[in-house]
DNA sequence: TCAGTTGTTGATCATTTGATCAATATAAGA
DNA sequence: TCTTATATTGATCAAATGATCAACAACTGA
């Protein structure tokens, strides 16, 4: 455990610096979790003084809120582009289900879990958490709308069943996270448990295949 | 903010001052937060040194995780005798649903949500989240399988069931520490999906009506 | 009453963390 | 080239936390 000898870092341009150091804390909270992003690992991530990543930050809180918030962006782009692909509301929502409940996304998961935690004490966090929330559930409100519209679906209050969805594929990754081996192929399940919440015969779904 | 002059805490017997530390510790985590059960809070919540709340336990650590086990194991117990109070199957699943998503447990929510994150750093912590996730599991398989029995519910795997129900409840309420107003009654969509989840027929499963 | 057991404490350490600031070094413009 | 602006740093604080231990004091039994 000896400390690296540091020279000094390349002086950079503000913009490209504070990149870097987005980066790292990003790297950090996915790799070892959001308790992990702190003033001196960050820094170290980053080739740089502590000093130097204070000095781009107001506080830690806002870096941990910044980084958060980076991480769910880039989440809801992908899941919001994969569902895009698919041509149908029903296709749209299982891929949905489908690519949430994988298991690939377990890094964002804990980052998750960890943001409802320390989001208790750290406000800006905590508006980052209801802001990406909201995101999440207008995506899923989307797919619904969607359904309802072409008559896949019957019609239902979106915006519930949207929050109801979100919730469940939140709980059952956080369970995941602690009980890998709880349930074997979660989306079967989760997908019977939304035919019921839409009101759709069992069967309408279709459980996605596992890729290989 | 003066600190409490403080006198000499009463002499007690090993036994009772054991019961005081875990009380005070149990207090400051359904008040405040795991994350608030440190030594010293401990120590002046239940009018003591922070040497003695160290001498009853070998570690930090340990404590949080024997309060998360204490909180827990209370939860389950009373939501266990709600569940035992009803007659039939479709009944105790109702009840089970509505007690566990009414909003009256944020407390308790709280603490879950924080043993999922520190259990990342704290073994034994995760070792009591595991057991107690096991346990709740259990008291739902129970319904399940009553259920099941006397011909309400249609066979399911009723172990790959519960850990799905679990999951939604744990979700919905972690969802409602952040967004609370996020929809409505939960408990009614969260019928609509257990009863697709079980191959039940719409409107089978009661939804509890609100005490007042 | 007195000695021994042990519950209890004050003092103190070592770590970790967020934060500040004067000083230094480097890039860019005059 | 020389000056200026500023990116970067080392040194340093204060606060909070977990932990240890010698010393003190209260109960207990002989």
Redesign the interface.
């Known amino acids: 455990m000896s400390s690296t000898p540091r020279k000094r870092a390349e002086r950079k341009s503000p913009a490209e610096r504070r990149i870097e150091i987005a980066a790292a804390a990003r790297t950090l909270a996915l790799g070892e979790?959001l308790?992990a992003v702190t003033l001196r690992a960050v820094a170290a991530r980053a080739g740089v003084t502590p000093a130097l990543v204070a000095h781009y930050q107001p506080s830690m809180d806002a870096l941990i809120a910044e980084t958060f918030d980076a991480i769910v962006a880039v989440e809801i782009e992908e899941v919001g582009a994969l569902v895009a692909e698919q041509s149908t509301p029903p296709e749209r929502l299982s891929a949905l289900i489908g690519t949430l409940l994988d298991g690939s996304r377990e890094d964002v998961t804990?980052v998750w879990?960890?943001a409802?935690?320390?989001?208790?004490?750290n406000e800006s966090l905590?508006a980052s958490?209801?802001h990406r929330?909201d995101a999440w559930?207008s995506v899923i409100v989307g797919v619904i709308d969607d359904g309802v519209e072409s008559g896949d679906f019957e019609p239902v209050?979106a915006?519930?069943?949207a929050?109801?969805l979100?919730?469940?594929?939140?709980?059952?990754n956080?369970?995941a996270?602690?009980?890998w081996d709880?349930?074997?192929r979660?989306d079967a399940?989760?997908t019977?448990?939304?035919?019921?919440?839409l009101?759709l015969r069992?069967g309408v779904l279709q459980v996605e295949p596992v890729e290989t």
């Open positions: 979790g308790a804990v879990v960890e409802w935690a320390l989001g208790r004490r905590a958490v209801r929330m559930q209050d915006a519930a069943a929050w109801q979100l919730g469940m594929i939140d709980g059952l956080a369970q996270l602690v009980r709880g349930a074997g979660r399940l989760t019977r448990s939304v035919e019921g919440l009101g069992p």
